[in-house]
């Protein structure tokens, strides 16, 4: 054996890859030619990537400790001058030795997570305000039942790839400021898996999943809105291999109510009255969440007023109780009038002393957003 890498790197023959490593990144760090540019250091910077390229890789230390050389196997891209796969020739590896980055190896797990999904469900105003549960219908990849999501046909395996030799990688020599330098890309025979799958499942084509139609139960809480995502965990897309699940989200589309517009948790309707019951007084029935309710208008309501019914909205999706129903009220006044009607106006208005109305006049249309805004401002 002409050279003991053992020695070159000072580490004993029982050392560990985390203490071979350890000794590498303390050489390189010294011994880097952009560091120490004397030829002598240039070649112990050799001799140290040549002894960490043999006994960084379980394949060539096991050939290096059974008396042989592996890199005078190599050919042109071993030796003391060249740089191998598990060598300081990969840019990772030069990283690794001076900011102690280390890059992960090895071959790639065929079984991944899979990716998480959407669903839109759409409920009416009751569903939202109450909660419900709903069946809904769900296509997703799960494992396949054939080969149990590893991928190949019943009664084979998948083997290992006969380029890289399991290590999901192969290695290519060229030429840099430093000497030669290889450089590592994912194997193209098993797209950097390690091993390839001759027999692929007939019923997945290799993948370890297909789709399929589910049928879940969901559970919709009580005050859920427009774009409320409920979370599944799990019931999502099975991952390639086989590969946990990801999640499903449904999320929540409120369909448009008949009579009620929800602003938070809030209902809002519009009545509309005609002028004697708004002047009268009146009570008018109103179909609500709750049941049927009749709604008190008072005599002298005017145009523009609102009837709060409190705790009659939207219940709270955090903490208890309930948003209200605000009903505005609009004040009818008839176009179209018979004789009889216009005389009983016109005594009505000279009783009133209404007959020629000087009016109040004011700033501006003062509309609901301006009245709020006065409401706040104490006026």
Not at 121 to 146: H, M, N, Y
């Amino acid at each position: 054996m002409a050279t003991d890498y053992y020695a070159v790197l000072g580490v004993r023959r029982d050392a560990s890859q985390d203490e071979i490593k350890k000794a590498f990144r303390r050489l390189a760090r010294e011994l880097h030619p952009d560091v120490n540019p004397d030829p002598k250091t240039q070649e112990r910077f050799k001799e140290i990537n040549a002894a960490y390229e043999v006994l960084s890789d379980p394949q060539k230390k096991q050939v290096y400790d059974l008396g042989g050389d592996p890199l005078s196997q190599a050919g042109g891209g071993g030796g003391a001058g060249g740089f191998g796969a598990g060598g300081f020739g990969n840019f990772s590896d030069i990283m690794d030795a001076f900011f102690g980055t280390a890059s992960q190896r090895g071959p790639r797990s065929r079984t991944r997570r899979g990716q998480d999904a959407m669903i839109r469900l759409e409920i009416d105003l009751e569903e939202a305000a109450f909660g419900t549960t709903k069946d809904i219908q769900v296509d997703t990849a799960v494992v396949c039942t054939t080969c149990s999501g590893e991928g190949a046909a019943p009664g084979t395996s998948a083997q290992t790839c006969d380029m890289c030799r399991g290590r999901g990688e192969v290695s290519q020599v060229t030429r840099s400021f430093l000497g030669q330098v290889m450089t590592s890309r994912p194997c193209p025979q098993c797209q950097g898996f390690g091993t390839v799958v001759p027999t692929p499942c007939p019923e997945c084509a290799g993948d370890g999943r297909i789709r399929s139609r589910r049928t879940l139960t969901v559970k919709i809480p009580a005050g859920v809105d427009n774009g409320t995502r409920i979370q599944l965990a799990g019931e999502g897309e099975v991952g390639p291999g086989g590969g946990p699940a990801g999640d499903l989200y449904v999320e929540i589309h409120e369909l448009p109510h008949a009579v009620f517009q929800r602003r938070g948790d809030d209902l809002h309707c519009t009545v509309t009255i005609p002028m004697t019951a708004a002047a009268l007084g009146t009570k008018v029935p109103l179909e609500t969440l709750d049941g049927l309710e009749e709604i008190d208008i008072r005599p002298g309501t005017q145009s523009g007023q609102s009837v709060p019914l409190h705790g009659r909205g939207i219940t709270h999706l955090r903490g208890g109780g309930r948003g209200d129903l605000i009903v505005h009220v609009e004040v009818l006044t008839p176009t179209k009038l018979d004789p009889e009607q216009e005389r009983l106006l016109r005594e009505l208005a000279k009783m009133r002393g209404e007959e020629r109305p000087t009016g109040q006049f004011q700033p501006g249309q003062q509309g609901l957003f301006s009245r709020l805004k006065d409401a706040f401002n104490g006026r």
